[in-house]
């Protein structure tokens, strides 16, 4: 969970607007010259479109339109696995809401950039205990702590149905927010930032310690991002692309023997060397995927 991040702007293009005619002009030559002006105006908008198309670097759009399509498909699914979550929370059911407490935060994981972009939806739904004022802290992680620490679910029903609540408001929201390359570049470092910072110290599964399922999905949502952006990168600086995906594939490398069926193990059981090797490949691959903002010039 991260605190603040601000929503880029998106640029508009200004029009070119025709002179007015002289005052001499009778209706008639008006009628006559205005298809000319108007043939005029659109050619003049349209090279100025693409001079500046060129100053600011290619278009995203297709790269974008599959962010955006890959972030609603995570969406859906995490508000179904978390909608099992809280139905279990219900029914009292502690086992069970345990071992669907980490995959439903998957979904939520890798595409967290979009959530931090709503106002409050992040917090609401992600905050750690000390992240918010005590009487504001609800979501994920405050049934954790009933969970795991406390060994119980009783009184956490309403947590449970407004935890719901904010992950359907998320997939409302997601419809119409404005989404542009910054956005993506932005969320993949702040993704691996998320994991520097939490994840890997074992800070944010306090009461679980399933902080590894969080660290492999900010990996692979950061990974969505630049598989996505990878052509681009690649026309513009071929060995920064190819630095990135070998550090990439050298992460999750290190991070597949601590798999455990469809999961992973507990955080526990990591050594020093274990954290320590992570958080050098970690570092690793942070390093050149924050300069592809300023190569693809967004």
């Known amino acids: 969970m991260k605190k603040i991040l601000a929503l880029p702007a998106v640029v508009l293009a200004t029009s070119v607007l025709l002179a007015a005619c002289g005052n001499n002009e009778t209706a008639s030559d008006k009628q006559a010259e205005t298809p000319v002006a108007q043939s005029e105006n659109q050619t003049s908008t ?4 693409a001079a500046d198309q060129e100053a600011t670097g290619s278009d995203y759009t297709t790269a974008v339109d599959g962010y955006r399509a890959f972030a609603i498909e995570q969406i859906d699914e995490f508000v179904k696995q978390t909608e099992k979550f809280t139905d279990a929370v219900k029914a009292g059911d502690l086992e069970t809401a345990k071992s669907l407490y980490a995959p439903a935060r998957m979904y939520y994981e890798r595409i967290e950039p979009v959530a931090e972009a709503l106002g409050d ?8 205990d000390g992240d918010v004022e005590a009487a504001d802290w609800r979501g994920f992680h405050r049934i954790e702590k009933a969970l795991w620490e406390d060994k119980t679910t009783e009184g956490m029903n309403d947590f449970a149905d407004t935890l719901l609540s904010d ?10 927010m404005d989404i542009d390359a910054s956005l993506m570049v932005t969320g993949a470092v702040e993704l691996l930032n998320e994991v520097s910072s939490s994840k890997v110290t074992g800070e944010e599964e306090r009461y679980s310690h399933t902080d590894l399922y969080d660290f492999a999905a900010n990996v692979e949502g950061a990974r969505e991002i630049y598989n996505l952006l990878k052509d681009d990168l690649a026309a513009k600086d071929k060995d920064l692309n190819q630095q990135i995906s070998d550090r990439f594939d ?8 601590f798999k455990d069926g469809d999961g992973y193990v507990s955080y526990e059981k990591l050594k020093d060397e274990d954290v320590k090797k992570l958080s050098q490949n970690l570092d690793a691959l942070a390093e ?9 010039g967004v």
């Open 288 to 296: 050149p995927l924050s300069n592809m903002g300023q190569v693809l």
């Open 46 to 49: 349209e090279t100025a479109d």
């Open 250 to 257: 050298a992460l999750e490398k290190e991070l597949a023997p």
């Open 167 to 176: 992950a359907k408001l998320l997939r409302a929201k997601v419809e119409t």
């Open 121 to 128: 939806l992040d917090p609401n739904i992600d905050a750690r």
